[in-house]
């Protein structure tokens, strides 16, 4: 059975920092790429970030320069550190696995509030 389960969200003043964890299990961790998504209220999901199998990286150009993914092979383990955070980046995280065109997984979310 896989799960995905993010941690480390919560409440903040903009300007301060956040580090999501999100643990796999039930996967080969290696081989997926792992990504980073949100969803605001009334907002469609969308791409925060993403990780490769090889370690390459995309963001999203709202948050360039202020986030940061990563990943432990050894902990089945993405993150995601969010640097001068901001009102408009109040949505609630998800982490995503993905492999080839039909495994694809989602967790179930953790909500970060950014006031201001």
């Known amino acids: 059975q896989v799960q995905l389960v993010e941690s480390g969200g919560g409440l903040v003043q903009a300007g301060g920092s956040l580090r999501l964890s999100c643990a796999a299990s039930?996967?080969?961790?290696?081989?997926?790429?792992l990504g980073w998504y949100r969803q605001a209220p009334g907002k469609q999901r969308e791409l925060v970030a993403r990780?490769?199998?090889?370690?390459?990286?995309n963001y999203a150009d709202s948050v360039k320069g202020r986030f940061t993914i990563s990943r432990d092979n050894a902990k089945n383990t993405v993150y995601l550190q969010m640097n001068s955070l901001k009102p408009e980046d109040t949505a609630v995280y998800y982490c995503?696995?993905?492999?080839?065109?039909?495994?694809?997984?989602w967790g179930k979310g953790t909500l970060v509030t950014v006031s201001s």
């Open positions: 995503n696995a993905k492999w080839g065109d039909s495994l694809d997984y």
């Open positions: 039930g996967i080969i961790f290696s081989y997926y790429s």
């Open positions: 990780i490769g199998s090889g370690g390459g990286t």
